[in-house]
């Protein structure tokens, strides 16, 4: 019996590997379109794209079941005007010219799963936020917004939706949690900034299950935010992180010392650590997913003894 196809847009980063071999396990066919073609990735055909401009690979759209877009530039970066553009960009272009490639073949995907940020709720603590929680300011929910606009104004009328409004997702071969690690292991996981910030997460074994559950379950539909049940401050966070890896001290960062930090040594946006948001995933409960792991220390746990 020939395998369902299942493609990934901009599937090369730690998410899209990681995803990538849970699909296949699952008995897919799992297609990669990127514009790099990763040495970890040569049991998977790998097309060839730019990210915003019809080619070749276009041709891995006909018959398969589902796309799922994770294509855009990475946000832990310096947010150099140049960077910023970039962010937008290649958010804008990739989901525009999936819907492209959508028209140009017979039979087409007829599920489409789109990624999003938990970012686009802005950042506050003070409020817990749900799928219908008023968004947010600043250039995450701005480019939020305008992803998802674009994603529904190229979605075709006989397509199913789901755009998945992801936070911080923690896994044992890539993405934040490596990094927040090493710091632990320095002796600088106390908290961050006056550490009162949301820290939201999800394991990466059930952002994996959502997406299975996307692709098989048509009762899935719109917006979802993907989102442990129990998200928590930075100060908790830090503290269970370092008493899973059984770090006793953790000095604390405050906000010069991150700012300093984060720019000339981690090279990246020190907003990223010293704001933050509650995130709920109300949509998925409603649907009865169960999450695997829904508390931070039997996640961090499982990923990192």
Same mark, same amino acid.
Request: charged share 25%.
């Given at each position: 019996?020939?395998?369902?196809?299942?493609?990934?847009t901009?599937g090369?980063?730690?998410?899209?590997?990681?995803?990538?071999?849970?699909?296949?396990?699952?008995e897919? /066919?799992?297609?990669i379109?990127?514009r790099?073609?990763p040495?970890?990735?040569?049991d998977?055909?790998?097309?060839?794209?730019?990210?915003?401009? $019809?080619?070749?690979?276009?041709?891995?759209?006909?018959?398969a079941?589902?796309?799922?877009?994770?294509?855009g530039k990475?946000?832990?970066c310096?947010?150099?005007?140049?960077?910023?553009?970039?962010?937008?960009?290649s +958010?804008?272009?990739?989901?525009?010219?999936?819907?492209?490639a959508?028209k140009?073949?017979v039979? #087409?995907?007829?599920?489409?799963?789109q990624?999003?940020?938990?970012h686009i709720?802005?950042d506050?603590s003070?409020?817990?936020?749900?799928e219908?929680?008023?968004?947010?300011?600043?250039?995450? #929910?701005f480019v939020?917004? %305008?992803w998802?606009?674009?994603f529904?104004q190229?979605l #075709?009328? /006989?397509? +199913?939706?789901?755009?998945? +409004?992801?936070?911080?997702v923690?896994g044992?071969n890539?993405? !934040?949690?490596k990094?927040?690690k090493?710091?632990? %292991?320095?002796?600088?996981?106390g908290?961050?900034?006056?550490?009162?910030?949301?820290? *939201?997460?999800?394991?990466?074994? /059930?952002f994996? +299950?959502?997406?299975?559950?996307?692709?098989q379950?048509e009762?899935?539909?719109?917006?979802?935010?993907? *989102?442990s049940?129990n998200?928590?401050?930075?100060?908790?966070?830090?503290?269970?992180l370092r008493?899973?890896?059984?770090?006793p001290?953790g000095?604390?960062?405050p906000?010069?010392?991150t700012?300093?930090? !984060?720019?000339?040594?981690?090279?990246?946006?020190?907003e990223?650590?010293?704001?933050?948001?509650?995130?709920?995933p109300?949509?998925?409960?409603?649907e009865g997913? %169960?999450?695997?792991?829904p508390?931070?220390?039997?996640?961090?746990?499982? $990923?990192?003894k």
């Amino acid at each position: 019996m020939k395998k369902e196809k299942i493609i990934i847009t901009g599937g090369t980063g730690f998410l899209g590997k990681s995803l990538a071999n849970f699909l296949s396990e699952k008995e897919y /066919d799992v297609i990669i379109i990127s514009r790099n073609h990763p040495e970890y990735f040569k049991d998977f055909l790998v097309s060839n794209w730019d990210g915003f401009s $019809l080619g070749n690979w276009v041709e891995e759209f006909e018959n398969a079941k589902a796309v799922i877009n994770l294509a855009g530039k990475n946000v832990n970066c310096l947010k150099t005007p140049e960077n910023c553009d970039e962010i937008l960009r290649s +958010r804008i272009d990739s989901t525009k010219i999936i819907g492209e490639a959508m028209k140009s073949v017979v039979n #087409p995907p007829k599920i489409w799963i789109q990624m999003s940020t938990a970012h686009i709720y802005g950042d506050s603590s003070s409020r817990i936020c749900s799928e219908n929680t008023t968004l947010g300011y600043g250039l995450a #929910p701005f480019v939020g917004k %305008k992803w998802e606009k674009t994603f529904y104004q190229n979605l #075709p009328s /006989d397509c +199913r939706d789901v755009v998945l +409004r992801t936070s911080f997702v923690i896994g044992k071969n890539g993405g !934040a949690l490596k990094q927040l690690k090493k710091i632990v %292991k320095l002796g600088f996981g106390g908290k961050t900034g006056n550490g009162k910030q949301g820290m *939201s997460w999800i394991h990466e074994i /059930d952002f994996q +299950r959502i997406v299975l559950e996307a692709i098989q379950n048509e009762n899935y539909s719109g917006i979802y935010n993907v *989102s442990s049940p129990n998200p928590t401050k930075n100060e908790t966070f830090m503290k269970t992180l370092r008493n899973v890896l059984k770090i006793p001290i953790g000095f604390s960062s405050p906000i010069w010392m991150t700012q300093i930090g !984060a720019k000339y040594i981690l090279k990246t946006d020190a907003e990223l650590a010293l704001y933050g948001r509650f995130i709920k995933p109300k949509r998925l409960k409603k649907e009865g997913f %169960k999450f695997h792991f829904p508390e931070l220390k039997n996640a961090l746990e499982n $990923l990192l003894k």
